[in-house]
T-cell receptor, first 109, second 117 residues
């Protein structure tokens, strides 16, 4: 079965502190992993995907196949990072996204 | 350019009523998806179209749910005899390609919030 687990419903950090949003997945095969973000009163949008191996807005995420994890990290949180973050996967040749329940990131000044 | 649009943005229905939710994908996007997002949960897949063909409807929770995309552009999600458990945000997403290569992106609409009373 395909499943994405985000163990934290809420993560609260101070501005300038490091951030790590956890994501674990189960999938028999080689999935693609994504992080989507939803800022207040905005629509869901793609933040980054593991295939691209890119850094967006200072965020990075490394796919660890051994631990089946895809944690999202940023060394120094900013107030504008406050949002809902969803980890998602899709099958290697599939199309639909399977989402986790999401983690609210709150960055305090 | 214009993104994915959905209408109505909010819908209140009495239990037992039928509702129709509309999605206008980004022009030229081949793939279209519907997701259901219950309060406090992540979006859950309902159905997928490639042009006008409905290729996957495995996520539709019951036969009260029906989706169509007759001309391969606009899509409508219909829910018959609505129940309270149908209350959720319904998200539509579109994608440019049939996943020919890795890294395709789904673009989401703002969603329709359905409340069944």
């Amino acid at each position: 079965a395909q499943r994405v687990t985000q163990p934290e419903k809420l993560l609260s950090v101070f501005k300038g502190a490091p951030v790590e949003l956890k994501c674990n997945y189960s999938y028999s095969g080689s999935p693609e992993l994504f992080w989507y973000v939803q800022y207040s009163r905005q629509r869901l949008q793609l933040l980054l995907r593991h295939i691209s191996r890119e850094s967006i807005k200072g965020f990075t995420a490394d796919l660890n196949k051994g631990e089946t994890s895809f944690h999202l990290k940023k060394p120094f949180a900013q107030e504008e990072d406050s949002a809902m973050y969803y980890c998602a996967l899709s099958g290697q040749y599939g199309n639909k996204l399977v989402f986790g329940a999401g983690t609210i990131l709150r960055v305090k000044s | 350019g214009a993104g994915v649009s959905q209408s109505p943005r909010y819908k209140v229905a009495k239990r037992g009523q039928d509702v129709a939710l509309r999605c206008d994908p980004i022009s030229g996007h081949v793939s279209l998806f519907w997701y259901q997002q219950a309060l406090g949960q992540g979006p859950e897949f309902l159905t997928y179209f490639q042009n006008e063909a409905q290729l996957d409807k495995s996520g539709l929770p019951s036969d009260r749910f029906f989706a169509e995309r007759p001309e391969g552009s606009v899509s409508t999600l219909k829910i018959q005899r609505t129940q309270q458990e149908d209350s959720a945000v319904y998200l539509c997403a579109s994608s440019l390609v049939i996943r020919a290569t890795s890294g395709y992106e789904q673009y989401f609409g703002p969603g329709t919030r359905l409340t069944v009373t």
